[in-house]
């Protein structure tokens, strides 16, 4: 059992937006601005998206943002495209004795 | 560029060790941190542990304390991480990855390809 709970899945049509949510505890998401997205794709190296609650590295598109409120960290993905069809996983500092704890990470399926 | 590059698989039998390592190039080693994560068959990501590579100071998952080890050698940029008494469950695909703060794993932000280790009663 994950520390993070994220749906298993989620669905979209491309141009349309879809949003995941990462749940934790007020030891986690709720108390530090550290969440991150991964993205990634069957057989590859998870690929960083988001880092510090809404930061994107340099090289990723602004159709993803990140957003948190209370517990609750999201992700969200703006005109879909076939290509986003991944495996995303959140992250989140949680200060000791866990310090880092990932999410069950959510199958987006692109229509 | 960065580049994080991981030794081969491993096909271990229960009860014994492994040692996997991850050779950084494309930054000051120093000034980063490096992380590890697995990835069991079908299952989601999992921190494992972070490591200092300025001071060599190390930080585990409680579940794994005792069996887990890190270190770092800054005269070639490279990561180890050694893992214990393996069990069946352990089987996983391993990762290495950049911690861009020195301090704490904060966030990841290049990774390795991934060793994938099998353990086998």
């Known amino acids: 059992q994950s520390a993070l709970t994220q749906p298993a899945s989620v669905s979209g049509s491309p141009g349309q937006s879809i949003t995941i949510s990462c749940t934790g505890t007020s030891s986690d998401v709720g108390s530090y601005n550290f969440v991150s997205w991964y993205q990634q794709r069957p057989g590859k190296a998870p690929r960083l998206l988001i880092y510090?609650?809404?930061k994107r590295p340099s090289g990723i598109s602004n159709r993803f943002s990140g957003s948190k409120s209370g517990n609750t960290a999201s992700l969200t993905i703006s005109g879909l495209q076939a290509e986003d069809e991944a495996d995303y996983s959140c992250?989140?500092?949680?200060?000791?004795?866990?310090?880092?704890?990932f999410g069950g990470g959510t199958k987006l399926t692109v229509l | 560029q960065v580049l994080l590059a991981q030794s081969g698989s491993e096909v271990k039998k229960s009860g014994a060790s492994v040692k996997v390592s991850c050779k950084a190039s494309?930054?000051?080693?120093?000034?980063?941190?490096i992380t590890w994560v697995r990835q069991a068959p079908g299952q989601g990501l999992e921190w494992m542990g972070w490591i200092s590579g300025f001071n060599g100071n190390t930080k585990f998952a409680q579940r794994l304390q005792g069996r887990l080890t890190m270190t770092a050698d800054k005269s070639t940029s490279t990561v180890y991480m050694e893992l214990t008494s393996l069990r069946s469950d352990d089987t996983a695909i391993y990762y290495c990855a950049r911690v861009p703060v020195l301090s704490l794993p904060y966030y990841f932000d290049y990774w390795g390809q991934g060793t994938l280790v099998t353990v086998s009663s």
């Open positions: 494309g930054y000051r080693f120093n000034g980063y941190g």
């Open positions: 510090e609650v809404n």
């Open positions: 992250c989140s500092y949680a200060g000791v004795p866990s310090h880092a704890v």
